[in-house]
């Protein structure tokens, strides 16, 4: 049914969206934490940055990680002279773009549910002689758990469509970078690519709809769980 | 007298200041007071919730607060529970894990969450949602993780506000008998005057962040500035009463006491008792509130301006005093 290139773009897509997930999900969680604890210094500052992503155009954001990471980027030479790793052009740095782009929607999701707990539940497990770490882990993380599920399914499907700041950043590598939203892109600047690009969008629209119903149910099982 | 708990406190929120300062022995302690008092906040601070700088706090020695040493024990270091009012259960587990999640922190054990839950009898429970319990069984449920935690003082707000009658009665019973056995000192805050006489060896009376005194049950509630924090028909003494199940500590409301200047026989009332007047008030009111003493203690008794007046009370005369048991 599918062919050997459209295989390639499926495995590549979940790959990067699933990677992305799995790098920005602890870093989401910590922003939304304490974003959802009372007022800090810097809090707005720390507010502004997760929702940069959202404001800023696509391209510029990968643009910003080309300047910052590419080879010759202050991080990106630093990252190669030490890791040897380099991260602009490859599959890690699409996943990285990726992340990145889909950040503000996973705390979004995993913040307001932090601020739909039951704060009073902290104190109870305070006196009961659960330390910050502790109640954090114990008490506030499995209650909004719902609400972390929920981000992480809707940033893996945010990120299967992931598009600028991808092609910006790690380019349009079949087998490596190019992911489904590329790979509409790459055929419909071939000539007579429309068909591809239809099949591509066919295949993108049923990822979609499988995401949205499988982020649905995700929720009312842990929801469900929740409740017992 | 070993001083339990040492508190010199200073709280300001908003519009509202504490200042309390008290020296109690181990034992149980009621925190008593109308709504609006303080006491929720007296018991928030000396469970260190309301973070640094509320004065001084010292349990069995220990010094949890000291403002001016900058010393602050936090909440999960303090050795000192907390039974909320709402119970504060958490959602995600079922009894048995809040009961577990309690045990697993504490630093001592006093009972396994296997004996408390037969102690509270709530071990039919044990695999419960807590979103299936009753205000009754919450409140239990509460009390057994209180006690799993092993504080070195427990601090309760009004924790049996949801229960009425007969239940109410029952879980003050419960929580007598946790004292008694295993010999906790505990904190209980309660707006009724009598939880004070039927669970408190001695109180802390507040009014409008202030302490109006402190100290045994019997020697404040003979103060009339405690007398006049009560609604005046809640207005009487703490008398302890002997029956077949053995003494118990029961507050007679002064509406409740009748007098007689012969003694009377021929009653159905089970308690009357031969008293000497100490004082005649007048009231307000127009009626004449009596204080009297006796073997059995302090008493008080209403009567009319007529009635006083036809059975000549003046301080030293030796009356009858009639108590329907059943207004105990």
């Known amino acids: ?25 602890p870093i989401a969680i910590a922003f939304a934490y304490l974003l959802s604890r009372r007022a800090f210094p810097g809090k707005m500052l720390l507010d502004g940055l997760a929702h940069l992503p959202l404001v800023l155009p696509p391209v510029l954001i990968g643009f910003l990680m080309l300047l910052l990471l590419g080879r010759r980027g202050p991080i990106g030479a630093w990252l190669e002279n030490v890791f040897g790793v380099h991260l602009a052009f490859t599959a890690e740095g699409a996943s990285l773009a990726t992340a990145v782009m889909t950040f503000p929607l996973t705390v979004r999701a995993i913040r307001m549910a932090f601020e739909a707990t039951d704060r009073r539940l902290f104190e109870a497990a305070a006196v009961l002689g659960a330390g910050p770490v502790d109640r954090f882990l114990t008490v506030a993380l499995p209650l909004a758990a719902p609400g972390v599920l929920a981000g992480a399914v809707t940033a893996f499907a945010a990120g299967l469509g992931e598009f600028g700041a991808v092609i910006t950043f790690a380019s349009n590598v079949p ?23 239809l099949r591509l969008a066919g295949l993108s629209f049923v990822l979609a709809i499988t995401g949205l119903a499988a982020a649905e149910a995700l929720q009312a099982w842990s929801r469900k769980r929740l409740e017992q | ?16 200041s504490l200042r309390a300062s008290f020296a109690l022995p181990d034992g149980v302690t009621a925190v008593f007071g109308p709504s609006g008092a303080g006491k929720s906040m007296l018991l928030a601070a000396l469970a260190g919730l309301l973070g640094a700088g509320i004065g001084r706090v010292e349990v069995k020695g220990r010094i949890l607060d000291d403002v001016d040493r900058k010393l602050h024990v936090r909440p999960h270091q303090r050795g000192v529970g907390l039974v909320f009012q709402d119970a504060r259960l958490f959602p995600h587990l079922t009894v048995r894990g809040n009961l577990d999640f309690a045990a697993r922190r504490a630093t001592k054990s006093v009972v396994t969450p296997q ?12 695999d419960r949602s807590i979103r299936n319990l009753s205000g009754g069984e919450k409140s239990r449920v509460a009390l057994a993780r209180a006690l799993l935690s092993a504080p070195d003082l427990l601090l309760l707000d009004e924790p049996f506000s949801a229960l009425d009658g007969p239940r109410r009665r029952a879980f003050l019973e419960v929580l ?36 109006v005194a402190s100290g045994p049950v019997a020697e404040v509630a003979n103060r009339s500035d405690f007398q006049a924090l009560l609604d005046p028909s809640d207005q009487g003494a703490p008398v302890t009463m002997t029956s077949p199940k053995g003494a118990a500590q029961a507050w007679v409301r002064a509406d409740h006491v009748l007098l007689a200047n012969v003694a009377p026989v021929g009653l159905s009332a089970r308690h009357i008792w031969e008293v000497n007047v100490v004082a005649v008030d007048a009231e307000a009111s127009g009626s004449v509130m009596v204080r009297l003493a006796g073997a059995a203690g302090v008493l008080r008794a209403r009567v009319t301006q007529a009635a006083a007046e036809e059975l000549a009370l003046a301080p030293g005369v030796k009356v009858w005093a009639i108590v329907k048991a059943h207004a105990l």
């Open chain 1, 175 to 197: 087998g490596e970078t190019q992911t489904l939203p590329l790979a509409i892109y790459a055929a419909l600047q071939m000539p007579d690519g429309e068909e591809q690009a």
């Open chain 2, 1 to 16: 007298m070993t001083a339990g708990l040492v508190a010199d406190l200073q709280v300001r929120r908003r519009a509202f």
């Open chain 2, 176 to 211: 007598r008998e946790m004292h008694d056995r295993f010999g906790l000192p505990m904190l209980v805050v309660t707006h009724q005057i009598d939880d004070v006489a039927a669970l408190a060896a001695q109180m802390i009376a507040l009014d409008n962040g202030r302490v």
């Open chain 1, 1 to 25: 049914m599918l062919s050997a290139n459209e295989w390639s773009v499926l495995v590549t897509s979940f790959g990067v969206a699933s990677r992305a997930v799995v790098w920005s999900l």
């Open chain 2, 115 to 126: 004996e408390a839950a037969t102690y509270f009898d709530i071990q039919m429970l044990l």
